[in-house]
């Protein structure tokens, strides 16, 4: 009985850390919506896919991306009074499997709400899905 009980919760565990790496579109842009929540740039930059081209410093690329959300992202948010809460409305995947749209609604402190917050998505050469960096 002992041997059950401990597997039971070892399967529990896996379960759930396995439910916390969530891969997909709509996995990947509400980790990026709890990170802009938090305003936590760093996350949300490694949520982003950054192309790799030869002679491109791409952890430099990260570093001024993540200053810049910090100082533009902030101060939006900031006269917004930060976010309140999100919900996930839809995601499309496309025909190809190569990008997707996560459509979001975001309440912020001040009481606006945009309901048409869209994220777009790209999977990276790994198959990972990450958020576009819009170039």
């Given at each position: ?54 002679g491109k410093d791409i952890e430099r690329e990260k570093e001024q991306v993540a200053a810049l959300l910090k100082a533009k992202g902030g101060e939006a948010l900031d006269e917004k ?55």
């Amino acid at each position: 009985m002992r041997n059950l009980t401990v597997f039971i919760t070892m399967f529990i565990a896996a379960f759930i850390m396995c439910g916390c790496s969530d891969n997909s579109p709509r996995g990947v842009a509400e980790k990026g919506l709890n990170c802009m929540q938090k305003e936590d740039w760093e996350g949300y930059v490694k949520l982003m896919h950054f192309e790799k081209k030869e002679g491109k410093d791409i952890e430099r690329e990260k570093e001024q991306v993540a200053a810049l959300l910090k100082a533009k992202g902030g101060e939006a948010l900031d006269e917004k009074s930060g976010i309140k809460s999100y919900d996930i409305i839809s995601e499309e995947i496309s025909e190809d499997g190569a990008t997707a749209t996560v459509k979001a609604s975001i309440k912020y402190g001040n009481g606006d709400e945009d309901k048409d917050h869209k994220i777009k998505l790209i999977k990276d050469d790994k198959g990972d899905w990450k958020i576009s960096s819009g170039k």
